[in-house]
């Protein structure tokens, strides 16, 4: 396998990720003399904030979810490359990916990041995370396959530990995911399954620190308890899970709870890169950047969004939150700055903007901080709808998911409800045998299986 493309004397950027920064800095990009390059392990760009729907089978996969080589259609110099990357040679100004080698001008990593397990390998093995839209598939087979085994098994502890849901993490993630649960037990289970008993179903949300949405003001984090506990979700605070075994999830107080449903949303570590110094890296694996998100120590590699940790801008010196918004400032100044760069110039140093954050739990359910305002309920809810509508690319993807949403709005009804298990052909398994066997250059076996 090869890049197969050929050099045409621009000066050549590769992109790596393309989450909301590296999508932002390459559509930026357009109209420079530049030969960009984006590299993603998937083909599409998908748009985390509503991956909880996915799971709980409010959206279809689709709705989320846009093609890169769509994007870029109508683009010269524009180049996707299906593939992982594998290890960073800065001396060459080079990298391994899945596929081949590819050389390059500027490099920009913008890969994120997944989920943390804190090196608990029972929990890693037997959590389900959801980071991502084939994750979220994953989580939404479990919870559909439990339901269905719940109204068939004979056991009653079986059956109980079917039912109960553990969610552990209280961040925008945890909450979403415990109140979309909770809204599916209270109005769509009972149709669907007259002879389950719903009263037996538990929703735990596991949290660590004092407060649900610590990223928020304490008024929002206090809204967003009450709400979740007006809709039954059972919350403990001050709680860490220390281990998984025999279907319990296992608290640091040493209680425990029977579950086949455990849910892990406990946070993030920046995705693995090979080859660059150690002392590029900082807490959390992120990368360490200047105030140009240029890699401490080189020249022409740069860090955005979730991976990058900047401690240079005054108002952010332990960095700035991993969420959307800094990785899109941050990809819009890079397409700018890299044009200075080529120039020789004097780039413009990069300063993040707070927009606000906000989280749902459900119907009319929402809390919102922008600037000093504080909103809750109702107002938040719309606010929160109109923004994520906005957020998604593609005209005909915010008219699905905005009929989806109507639609659920007055029946309560969700009609992605299908244990859908793709097969893949032995052609498709063999390749991608072929791609985990080859193009690791001369990266040790230890090292690949990093993160």
């Not at 150690?278 to 990368?287: L, M, Q, V």
Request: proline share 4%; net charge neutral.
């Amino acid at each position: 396998m090869s890049f197969n493309i050929e050099r045409n004397g621009k000066k050549r950027v590769v992109i790596i990720g393309g989450g909301f920064g590296g999508l932002r800095l390459a559509r930026g990009l357009r109209k420079s003399d530049f030969q960009v390059i984006l590299i993603d392990r998937n083909n599409y760009h998908q748009f985390p904030p509503l991956i909880y729907q996915i799971a709980t089978a409010g959206l279809n996969p689709s709705s989320i979810s846009f093609p890169f080589r769509k994007i870029f259609e109508d683009r010269e110099d524009y180049y996707f490359r299906m593939a992982e990357l594998r290890a960073v040679y800065p001396a060459e100004n080079m990298i391994q990916t899945s596929i081949g080698k590819i050389d390059y001008d500027y490099l920009v990593l913008a890969s994120g990041t997944t989920t943390n397990f804190f090196g608990n390998k029972n929990i890693e093995e037997a959590a389900i995370p959801m980071k991502t839209v084939t994750e979220a598939m994953g989580l939404r087979n479990s919870l559909l396959s439990s339901y269905e085994r719940s109204v068939t098994c004979s056991s009653e502890k079986e059956r109980d530990e079917l039912l109960n849901i553990v969610i552990v993490g209280g961040g925008p993630s945890g909450v979403e995911i415990a109140g979309a649960i909770a809204e599916m037990r209270r109005y769509v289970l009972p149709k669907d399954y007259p002879d389950m008993d719903v009263s037996r179903m538990h929703i735990h949300l596991i949290q660590g620190d004092n407060r649900l949405l610590p990223g928020m003001k304490e008024e929002s984090s206090a809204k967003s308890l009450e709400f979740l506990q007006k809709m039954h979700v059972e919350v403990r605070l001050n709680t860490f899970v220390t281990d998984y075994a025999d279907h319990e999830v296992v608290m640091s107080d040493g209680s425990r709870i029977p579950s086949r449903n455990f849910i892990w949303v406990g946070g993030v570590i920046a995705n693995p890169v090979i080859g660059l110094p150690e002392e590029c890296f900082g807490r959390g694996r992120r990368i360490l950047v200047d105030e140009f998100n240029r890699v401490k120590g080189q020249n022409n590699i740069f860090a955005i969004g979730d991976i990058a940790l900047m401690e240079a801008d005054p108002a952010y010196p332990k960095g700035h939150p991993q969420m959307a918004q800094p990785a899109i400032q941050q990809g819009a100044l890079l397409s700018r700055n890299l044009r200075v760069f080529a120039s020789g110039g004097t780039p413009e140093s990069f300063r993040y903007k707070d927009l606000g954050c906000m989280a749902t739990i459900g119907k009319n359910k929402a809390v919102a901080n922008i600037g000093t305002f504080i909103f809750g309920g109702f107002f938040a809810w719309l606010l929160w709808m109109g923004v994520h509508l906005m957020s998604i690319l593609g005209v005909r993807n915010k008219l699905f998911v905005f009929l989806d949403w109507v639609w659920s709005y007055f029946t309560y009804d969700r009609s992605n409800r299908m244990i859908l298990k793709a097969r893949p052909s032995q052609e498709m398994n063999e390749l991608e045998k072929r791609m985990q066997e080859t193009h690791w250059g001369d990266i040790a076996p230890e090292e690949r299986n990093q993160g």
